[in-house]
């Protein structure tokens, strides 16, 4: 549980920098949080965070491997909870024709 209380507390910072437009700022913040949790779950949403932070700053590559690891992680578990695991690859997706990988993106 203080994991999850941890997670909304730095999810609060880093609506605040993605606010202010300070996107790496966010991933730096995302980061910290990664490297001190340990819940797969938690880790998901939050590669799932960078992935799409990364397409803002038009670092494809880096959002393709963010939604990567999102998908493996989720792929621990039969279902979550609030989201569809459809985020994430289509996140993926949409990463890979930016890097013009029209095939992996297929």
């Known amino acids: 549980m203080e994991d999850l209380i941890d997670s909304y507390f730095n999810y609060e910072n880093v609506i605040d920098l993605v606010e202010m437009n300070d996107y790496k700022g966010a991933i730096k913040e995302i980061k910290i949080h990664i490297n001190s949790s340990s819940d797969y779950g938690v880790l998901a949403f939050a590669y799932l965070n960078c992935g799409f932070i990364n397409i803002k700053l038009r670092d494809y590559n880096s959002a393709v491997n963010d939604f990567s690891k999102a998908i493996s992680l989720e792929g621990e578990f039969d279902t979550l909870i ?5 985020i994430s690859l289509n996140g993926r ?3 890979r024709y930016k890097c013009d990988d029209y095939k992996g993106a297929i």
């Open 82 to 86: 609030g989201r569809s695991k459809d």
């Open 93 to 95: 997706s949409n990463a």
